[in-house]
């Protein structure tokens, strides 16, 4: 909220005011048993801007005495702690427009790490867990590659099918080339005649892109990650490889990948993809060794996934 132009003005049961600084926060916390009022304004001439809380009025009579309390908290942001602080302090986390995915993305991690997890407010520990934050990474790949494991496998069958049919829509291409319309109708039917949905490679992607992104934020914002080593020279997995190992595998992985693909019809989008996997991989450079861990194993488990799919199909010609 802008509060430059949209100032606060609210009274309700406890609450907080909160400073956040990354992986930081210093909160005031009144006493959630009153009600508060909590007020912003903006100073232009200094640019700066006040957050005030107001309790209740109390009265003391003479010679008697009363309590005002209010909490205090300067600390990182681990969100059990705050959570237990004050309802809804663990939301200085942010996780973007994306929490509902993150948050639960964060549980799963914290749970294949230390074995415990809180379900609405009820504690849970097995007693068991990976203990290395990079080997939960990889297992929660594992989690969410099963979870669209059907999704996947109808892609992967797709892009089979559209390899085998690949010498008939040559075929096609070159009797209609001078009929584009003629060429695409052809073309629908052969893919409704094989049961090939053009468009099937592009799914597992798009779907899995909310995941890739609440990762990251998960990755960035949350605390308990912070300076955690995977193993060897990755110390830490909130921040990018320092010999950009991970995004070279990476890169190598989807190159791979990229070749189990059918080659695409049209020329300019065929270059795209052949220089696709160059370009992911720069963009990976900077990015945290925990997020190019994940989409290396996405890529590796993926990679096994698409290639027994298509050995499968090939033996059944």
Sequence with gaps: ?????EPVKTTQEGGWIAMVQHYFLSAWIPDNTQTNTYSSSYLKNSNQHILRFVSPTKVV?????DIFYA??????????QLEAISPGLNMTVDYGWLWFVAQPIFALLIFLQSGHISIFGNEFDIGFGVGNWGVAIILLTLVIKSLFFKLSASSYK????MRKVAPEMQRLRENYKNDKQKQQ??????????????????????????????LYYVLLESVELRQVPFFGWIQDLSVMDPYFVLPLLMGASMFLQMRLNPTPADPTQAQVMKWM?????????????????????NNVLGIAQQWIITRR?????
């Design 1 to 5: 909220k802008n509060l430059d132009e």
């Design 61 to 65: 009579d003479g010679n008697s005495e």
């Design 71 to 80: 909490e205090f908290y300067a600390g990182p942001k681990d969100q059990s």
């Design 158 to 161: 797709s892009m089979a099918k």
């Design 185 to 214: 109708m052809e073309m629908m039917k052969l893919f409704q005649r094989e049961k090939i949905n053009p468009l099937g490679g592009c799914l597992p992607m798009l779907v899995q892109t909310p995941v890739f992104i609440s």
């Design 277 to 297: 996997p160059a370009i992911f991989t720069v963009f990976m450079l900077w990015f945290p060794a925990g997020l190019t861990l994940y989409w290396l194993t």
């Design 313 to 317: 199909i090939e033996a059944e010609d």
